[in-house]
């Protein structure tokens, strides 16, 4: 009896595992009812892969090199400091401390090649922005004119020239001037000009504050020094 029970279900499982890889069609012609449908739609998947559409600098620091050197922590001459809720609207430039931990944290709109990046630690948003006295700022290789990086409350659209909504003591705004390189999380900052013309940009860190220009030798003379360096969003 338990012979007989134990071939029926051998007999039982090798159908079912042959039958489980035939077609509807090869079901049918052995007298068998079709297969049901698999399910190829899952939702969590899909909610796996949108959460590694986040990039990794999403609330990270911002680093600030000598141009060419790799962001690691025996490079760094500074980070971008916090904005301040209390004097970013009077003095929204951004300050550049050596303490990591005095870094502001940072984020930016991912999936698009030119973005705001903004403040994640304030009880108001900031966005990292380049801004000027001169409400006519045009940057050119051809002048010596820059323009100081700091935190505004507004943000400007992406391939706009600049806002002149008076920001503290500045008139030239621009936020949505950065591209970033995920892979390697360095920042890359552009200028749109008045005249719509884009200039090719470079970063300068002079006197504990971190500028933009299209003309690296003609804007140190006209600041008394400083270096040209890379930015990156790091982890430490």
Do not use: C
Not at 11 to 24: C, E, K, M, R, S
Not at 77 to 93: C, N, S
Not at 190 to 219: C, E, F, K, Q
């Amino acid at each position: 009896m338990l012979a007989a029970k134990l071939l029926s279900l051998v007999t039982f499982l090798t159908f079912a595992l042959l039958a489980y890889g035939l077609t509807n069609g090869e079901r049918i012609s052995r007298g068998m009812t079709p297969a049901k449908p698999r399910r190829l739609f899952e939702p969590t998947r899909v909610h796996v892969a949108r959460q590694s559409d986040t990039p990794p600098s999403i609330g990270a620091k911002i680093a600030v090199v000598a141009a060419g050197s790799a962001p690691l922590p025996e490079n760094v001459l500074a980070y971008v400091g916090p904005a301040d809720d209390e004097i970013a609207e009077q003095f929204p430039t951004a300050d550049t401390p050596t303490d990591p931990t005095q870094a502001a944290l940072l984020s930016y709109s991912v999936n698009q090649p030119v973005t705001n990046i903004f403040t994640t630690d304030t009880d108001q948003t900031y966005y990292l922005s380049a801004m000027s006295m001169n409400s006519n700022l045009i940057l050119s290789a051809s002048n010596r004119n820059f323009a100081i990086i700091g935190f505004s409350d507004l943000a400007s659209a992406v391939g706009a020239p600049p806002s002149t909504v008076l920001v503290g003591q500045f008139f030239s705004v621009e936020s949505a001037i950065w591209t970033v390189l995920v892979a390697s999380g360095q920042i890359l900052p552009t200028w749109v000009n008045t005249d719509g013309s884009r200039p090719t940009i470079s970063t300068l860190l002079a006197d504990d504050s971190l500028y933009i220009t299209a003309n690296p030798s003609g804007a140190r003379l006209t600041l008394g020094g400083g270096v040209a360096v890379d930015i990156y969003f790091v982890d430490f």
